[in-house]
């Protein structure tokens, strides 16, 4: 994977931290030929060209200059074609090229007045208003504090002003990123593939590759899971157990990860003394990165497509200390479907004969399966965590 660089070429479809492309700088107004004041566009007309608003040699109804005056304007002259009038605004002045049908049969804006509420808006949100976008009137370019322009819905910058929200730099928000990254001796590659947007991939400088929380890499909070000394780097496994809860007479099964299944039974779990664990499958993975991203992938993807086989917290609360994993018996079938897609991802020579790579689920597996999708296996990345479930 190639590392990460901040965008620095014009790209017109991106909301990143770009140059304005030249082409797109000539703004919502133009400068007609024969008259000196400049005349504001609406975005449907922003692609005919500035030498075709000249004025067009026609008298204006006055039934037409009651009703722009009735609407706080004046028609200033007919211009183009025997459809457009050029109108000035009773407010501030400026003048705006409009349709004579929607003269007579709607509310005509003001071009001048909505250019200047964006500009005090752009103030008001700390950047500096540059250019309608023609491409989208839904968009505009802004220049930020650092001088990188940056193109935002105009939607953004009006919450912006009210303090809702901040306009942000990407170009100098990656920047900040790979120095932190750098800070603790990993190179920033790239966000996280699965689009959580806490996560970024890091690489380390023994060149493995990881999924770091942001959070993580900020604090040092971490460990690399090639050269690392933590649980993170060494072995761990993947583990099915049945539990049987003689209190509240419910029979469990926890998907988990452990390096140690049988100590985080015995010492972690909080397990009553009566409660019998039946360990029911170990698979080995080669770190406790590998095993907490595989073990977490799967579970949140079991919840959410058996939700029905999910047993509640309050079912087995005070007899085991964890808030998910526990499924109903009936799921066992599945889980080892998930084990087998699993253990032939990380273990592709087939030493599994009655793997399916290719489904993990009894009936043939689907997109959204616990351990099989787009992001299914974890390409020699891992999470990071702290504490193994």
Known sequence: MTEFTPPTHPDPGS??????????????????????VPLHIPHRSRDVAAADW????????????QVAVSKGFRIDRRIRDRYHVALTCQTCGGQTASKVYTLMTAEPRCGACAERRIRDLAKAAGVEFL???????????????????????FELIER???????????????????????AQGWTLIGPDPSGDRNYRIYRHGCRQEQRIARANMQTGRLDCGGCGESWASKPSNIYLARI?????????????????????????LGLPRDAEVELLRLLPMPTGHAACAEERRANTRLAKRYPDAVIPVDAYAGEINVVSEIYCPTLLPVLHKVLDGIEARINPSGANSHADPGSDMPDGGEDDDPAHGPDGGNDGRSGNSTTPS
Request: with cysteine; aromatic share 8%; charged share 25%.
């Open 15 to 36: 909301q990143g931290s770009l140059t304005a492309p030249t082409t797109l700088m000539h703004g919502s107004s133009v400068q007609p030929p024969d008259h000196p």
């Open 54 to 65: 000249l004025g067009f040699p026609a008298p204006i109804p006055d039934r037409w200059a």
């Open 131 to 153: 250019v309608r976008d023609p491409e989208d009137h839904v968009y505009g370019w802004f220049r930020a504090p650092c001088g990188h322009e940056l193109r935002r819905q």
């Open 160 to 182: 912006a002003a009210a303090g809702i929200c901040g306009v942000r730099c990407e170009t100098c928000h990656a920047a900040r990123e790979a120095e932190e990254a750098e």
């Open 244 to 268: 049987d809860l003689p209190a509240s007479g419910l029979r469990v099964l926890k998907l988990g990860y452990s390096s140690n299944p049988k100590h985080r039974f015995r010492y972690q």
